[in-house]
């Protein structure tokens, strides 16, 4: 019999992609909040995370094998603009769900970002206290500490930027962005001040299954390319790989959003998320590709 995954938060980026993913393998129940999402073969329903009741209702109802809490407010600069509702989506939020989860028996899956560590120009370990600068690295490592001290059976996989394309019917992430705009022959105006790792969405999905099928509990795994890029270059290294423009990419600099109730130390001229993955390679038994390594096999599954 196919295990079942219960997905909060279908019709996000990550969600819609994880459901892709893993449909021919699982039986899946996602959730969504505003958009619905339609997947063939895939049931999903409305869910407000921050309703206790009705998540409780949700997990007691279909006793999923795991549960995958793929919801929460993934833009810095939004996270930035209203942290309460940072907190609540991605901490308040998630202690609803991984609380029903852990009562009802279904293991709890966190995807976590490079952005709980603090930006210096060092690898960082698993082991390494998160020290994040913005209110949206805040809110995730307030998430990663309650899901360790209070799951008893959690996997915890701490991301590098993940980019594809996503299942919204109206609204496009960052990359779907720069696709558009490049073959438009549009200028790109791309940072170039914070760098850190790129994967294709559908390897985070591949080590999930991997993870799954070995029923590892209680883990926290970082997951990140081998090499960190700013979206400058990231950009620029598009363009060479899907043969496009390259002279449309313009350097230009965001403001990271800073959060001082977060980042106690000077800001950096450059902000470096630079994650050590020894200890996923080993347990899953794979090499992480270079960023240029990802993009090619994403343009090699996006063109056929």
């Not at 309460?84 to 991605?90: M, Q, S, T, V, W």
């Not at 029903?100 to 899956?109: D, I, L, T």
């Not at 994650?275 to 056929?304: C, D, V």
Request: aromatic fraction near 12%; hydrophobic fraction near 40%; charge should be positive.
């Amino acid at each position: 019999m196919r295990k079942t995954l219960l997905i909060f938060g279908a019709s996000s980026f990550l969600g819609s992609n994880l459901i892709e993913s893993l449909k021919n393998d699982y039986r899946i129940i996602g959730t969504y909040f505003e958009t619905p999402l339609r997947i063939p073969g895939i049931l999903t329903l409305r869910c407000d995370v921050l309703k206790k009741d009705t998540v409780n209702r949700l997990v007691a109802q279909f006793r999923p094998d795991v549960t995958i809490y793929a919801a929460g407010l993934s833009s810095i600069t939004a996270c930035h603009a209203n942290p309460k509702l940072a907190d609540a989506l991605n901490s308040a939020g998630l202690i609803n769900v991984c609380s029903s989860a852990e009562r009802f028996g279904s293991k709890f899956v966190f995807i976590s970002s490079s952005y709980v560590l603090g930006g210096e120009d060092i690898v960082y370990n698993e082991s390494d206290t998160p020290f994040p600068g913005t209110s949206y690295g805040g809110s995730l490592a307030s998430s990663e500490f309650y899901v360790q001290k209070s799951c008893l059976n959690y996997i915890i996989f701490r991301s590098c930027p993940l980019y594809g394309r996503a299942y919204h019917p109206t609204r496009k992430n960052w990359f779907e962005a720069l696709e558009g705009v490049i073959s438009q022959g549009l200028p790109a105006n791309m940072d170039d001040h914070v760098l850190h790792g790129f994967l294709d969405v559908q390897l985070l999905a591949k080590i999930i299954k991997l993870a799954i099928e070995k029923n590892v509990t209680n883990r926290l795994f970082q997951v990140t390319s081998r090499d960190v890029l700013s979206r400058y270059e990231f950009s620029k290294l598009y363009c060479q790989i899907f043969k496009k423009d390259e002279s449309l990419v313009a350097r230009t600099q965001w403001p990271l959003p800073l959060d001082d109730s977060q980042f106690r130390s000077k800001a950096l001229e450059k902000y470096h998320y630079k994650m050590n993955t020894t200890n996923a390679e080993e347990f899953f038994n794979l090499k992480f590709p270079s960023i240029e390594e990802s993009l090619k096999a994403t343009k090699k599954r996006l063109t056929g």
